[in-house]
Structure formats: C-alpha cells, structure tokens
C-alpha cells in the first residue's frame, strides 16, 4: 500500500515562499507514477493546483503559474513544490496525490488520482 507524506508547510507572508515537499518511501516504479498537488479551502471544492506526470510534463492552474514549479526526483521517490510571491488567496491545505502505472498526461483531476496524503496547513497573511 502506498502512503504519500508532505512536509513544508507553514505561514508565510504575503510575497513569501515556501517549499513542499511529498515522500513516498513505500512506492514500487515510482517513476511510472503520475502526481499532483491539491489545495482545499472549506467550503470550496478540492482545487488541482500543479501535477507531473511520469515524462516530466507539468500542468498549473492558471492563478499559480510564474509562481509555483512542481519537481520530482524519482530516486528518492520525493515530488516538491516551489511556492514563491505566495498570496493571500493561496491559503489552504495542501495535498499530495499519486495515480500509480500511470502513462497519462498530466491532469488536475482529483478523480483520476487514487491515494492521497494527509495534507499540510499553508497560511499566508497579507
């Protein structure tokens, strides 16, 4: 059973950065993995905010692009999220999603993923 562990989260300044990062030591062929990270803010619905896929394609919504990169090391199975000129509005609970054997384009679909990690707070005050 694969677990998903993030780290990184915090509170920041608005024009702030942070780095999140998501570990899944208990992943087999990691690198066939699709992942993605999501933010939920009750009582808006789960919002994809950046994915990768197994061939290194990513995919941002459009409120975070120029400000957030995704990443992946497959080696150490760890997938990270660079937030910079963080915004009020990107408060929220992050979490990290993997869809395991995955040869699909990089997606921000919530349902096209199948485990999910725990979450980590990100609070930024203006």
């Known amino acids: 059973q694969v677990q998903l562990f993030e780290s990184g989260g915090g509170s920041v300044q608005s024009g702030g950065s942070l780095k999140l990062s998501c570990e899944a030591p208990s992943a087999d062929s990691y690198e066939e993995f699709c992942m993605a990270w999501f933010r939920h803010v009750p009582p808006k619905e789960r919002e994809g905010v950046a994915a990768?896929?197994?061939?290194?394609?990513?995919l941002y919504v459009d409120s975070v692009k120029g400000r957030f990169t995704i990443s992946r090391d497959n080696a150490k199975k760890t997938m990270t999220l660079q937030m910079n000129n963080l915004k009020s509005e990107d408060t929220g609970t992050y979490y990290c999603?993997?869809?395991?054997?995955?040869?699909?384009?990089?997606?921000?679909?919530?349902?096209?993923?199948?485990?999910w990690g725990q979450g980590t707070q990100v609070t930024v005050s203006s």
């Open positions: 990768i896929n197994n061939g290194l394609a990513t």
């Open positions: 999603a993997a869809r395991p054997r995955c040869w699909a384009r990089a997606s921000l679909r919530a349902s096209d993923f199948t485990v």
